[in-house]
């Protein structure tokens, strides 16, 4: 987010959300470019050696650990999918805006999206098959797990902004620990039906064939409009809701609180 910490307003943060759909859509129809490529995902193909897991894992890892020394990771906006034993930055510090809470900050429900991504999202938009390009496809992954994790855990820049707009209103929720009460609080079913509909009209906008010439032409996406509809639907919203809460549940908690 361009704006320093304390000029950030909920108008900012959805203009950011809407360009993050952007993202996540021009994701999709680059990754489904390419085959299911299961090799790729196979735990117990042992394709590097040395290293235990799937090639997808490794690279992922690898990539991570690189973008860990460029500090990356110190970014409030970004979340590592494999935070253990990052390696220590090798370029001088930025100061980032100190605007979320701290004990918050860290909330980080990266394997929940991993989970969604690889098990319940690519079957729907990804041919099968297996074309060879692992390397390729593993960077397409990476990409598309990299826009979904920064869309979800913008809920907690949303979380804070709505927080300072009116605590009174949250406060006897999170005093209670009443995480029901506070999901209530963060749902607006109308704002959802919008936020659907919008990323599959871009999908259409995005993923159709330009030719030139007047010949008409049954229209056909590179990527299912309805997939994104269905993404935002059952994981996005939801998952970003669930970083709200999680967020909140910390936000009274004393500064020097760890996660």
């Not at 997939?227 to 919203?237: E, F, G, I, K």
Request: aromatic letters at 10%.
């Amino acid at each position: 987010m361009a704006d320093s910490g304390n000029e950030i307003t909920l108008d900012l943060v959805r203009q950011s959300l809407e360009r993050q759909e952007d993202t996540i859509v021009f994701c999709l129809i680059e990754r489904s470019r390419f085959l299911t490529n299961s090799p790729l995902y196979n735990q117990s193909l042992n394709l590097v050696p040395g290293f235990s897991g799937s090639l997808v894992s490794f690279i992922v890892k690898e990539t991570e650990a690189i973008h860990s020394k460029a500090r990356r990771y110190e970014n409030p906006e970004e979340n590592p999918f494999f935070p253990e034993n990052l390696p220590h930055s090798v370029v001088p510090p930025h100061d980032y805006p100190k605007f979320l809470h701290h004990p918050g900050a860290s909330i980080n429900i990266n394997k929940q999206i991993w989970d969604m991504y690889f098990n319940q999202l690519l079957p729907l938009f990804v041919d099968k098959g297996d074309d060879g390009n692992y390397a390729l496809t593993a960077s397409n992954d990476l990409t598309c797990l990299q826009a979904l994790s920064r869309r979800i855990h913008y809920g907690k820049f949303v979380a804070e902004v709505k927080f300072r707009e009116a605590p009174h209103e949250y406060e006897p929720a999170i005093r209670a620990k009443d995480k029901d009460a506070l999901m209530n609080m963060l749902t607006f079913k109308s704002v959802e039906e919008t936020v659907k509909k919008r990323v599959e009209k871009k999908a259409m906008v995005f993923g159709q064939d330009v030719t030139l010439g007047n010949n008409t032409i049954a229209e056909k996406y590179k990527v299912d409009p309805s997939v994104l509809s269905h993404l935002y639907d059952q994981w996005v919203m939801p998952l970003t809701k669930l970083v709200q809460v999680e967020y909140l549940l910390r936000r009274l908690d004393p500064e020097d609180a760890r996660s």
